[in-house]
Structures are given as C-alpha cells and as structure tokens.
C-alpha cells in the first residue's frame, strides 16, 4: 500500500512540474497560433514569395518569433517549477537546444527535467559553501549547469529525440484526411471530458507535440 502511495506522489510530483512548463507556455501557443491563422486569412502560403507583406507581417511575428519560444519557455518553467530561479537559464537555454536541434517538444521535456534536478542537487552539495562566498556560488551554480545540460542536450539527448519526433511528424503526415478528422475528434473529445484535468492535459500535449514539429 506505502509503495502505491509513493508511486502516485511521483507521478503527482512529475504532473505539477509539467504543468508548471505548460502554464506559461500557453499565452506564446495562444498568440503565436491566432497570429498565423490571421496571416492564413489574409492569404499567407508557405514558401510563396507573391505573397502580401501584411499576411507576412503576422506569420512572422506568430510563427517565427512567438512560436519559436515555445519550447524553450516550457522547458525553462519545467525547471523553474523543480528548483526556483536558479534552474530558469539552464532551462530555457536547454529548451532552445531542443527546438535547433530538432528535439522539440520531447526534447524540451527532458531539458526542463535535466536542468530542474541538476540545479537541486548543485545547491544541495553547495549548501554549506561559506557565507562570504555566496555570490560566486550564484555565479558556479548557473555556469555549471548550463554546460552540463548543454552538453547532455546537444551529445546524448538531441539524436534518439530528433528521432522520435521524425517518426512523430511521419506518422501524422501520413495519416489520411478521414484519420485527420478521427484524430480532431478524439482529441476534441479528450479535451472536453474531463475539464482541464489529467485527460485534457494528454491531449493538449499531443496538440502542442504535432505544432513544435510544424504539424498544423
């Protein structure tokens, strides 16, 4: 019974700290994802130069500015949630080497993960540093675990991540227009039965998974 009981409190655990990254993540999704749907209406077509400057205007500020932050927002505040302000640089910068690397949203996950406990652990072998010494230990701190997250991020992570979200991107491209439309309504579904709870979070995490891999 105890070890039931401790399994649920990870898992509660693990399930605040996403949604710790997924909170401040939605505002970017919500304006980046309305501005390009706006450029949409006013005739924006990916790839085409004859395109209006003013359909242009919106998807550039929506999609390659808004958007662009999304992963590394959302891993910064997984990190945030675990270890306070001091796992937010290493975070977000981890997040940023998901997006470039084309680990994305999976990738983000891990970043946040990786440099929230990093950072717990750095003040936990540094909490006796002496009091005279506390401003190189903010200084150690951020400068330790940044490179390690990036060196994670970029040597072990970025490659089996980039993979699976591949097979991700594949797997929807390759679903049919019937399936499309099955899968919106499933998701639709999933969204609405549980109002924002634990089921409506799988699904809005698929949704935000498909866009961060240019599935719109």
């Not at 970043?111 to 936990?124: E, M, R, S």
Request: glycine share 14%; with cysteine.
């Amino acid at each position: 019974m105890s070890s039931e009981t401790n399994k649920k409190s990870v898992g509660s655990i693990l399930y605040d700290d996403v949604m710790g990254g997924l909170r401040p993540m939605i505002p970017f999704v919500a304006g980046g994802g309305i501005l390009m749907a706006i450029s949409f209406m006013f005739g924006m077509k990916i790839g085409d130069d004859s395109v209006n400057q003013f359909a242009k205007v919106f998807y550039e500020i929506g999609h390659n500015n808004a958007m662009l932050l999304m992963i590394p927002i959302f891993a910064g505040f997984i990190a945030h949630t675990i270890a306070g302000q001091d796992a937010l640089a290493p975070g977000m910068i981890g997040g940023m080497i998901a997006k470039t690397t084309g680990s994305g949203f999976l990738g983000g996950i891990v970043a946040g993960f990786l440099a929230g406990y990093l950072v717990k652990l750095l003040n936990k072998l540094l909490s006796n540093f002496p009091e005279d010494f506390q401003s190189i230990k903010k200084l150690l701190i951020p400068v330790i675990s940044t490179f390690v997250v990036g060196i994670v991020m970029l040597c072990v992570v970025s490659v089996p991540m980039a993979w699976l979200n591949q097979g991700l991107t594949g797997f929807i491209d390759g679903l049919g227009t019937q399936n499309l439309i099955l899968t919106g309504m499933v998701i639709g579904g999933m969204m609405a039965v549980d109002l924002g709870g634990p089921i409506n979070k799988v699904a809005y995490t698929f949704a935000v998974a498909a866009i961060s891999n240019g599935n719109y």
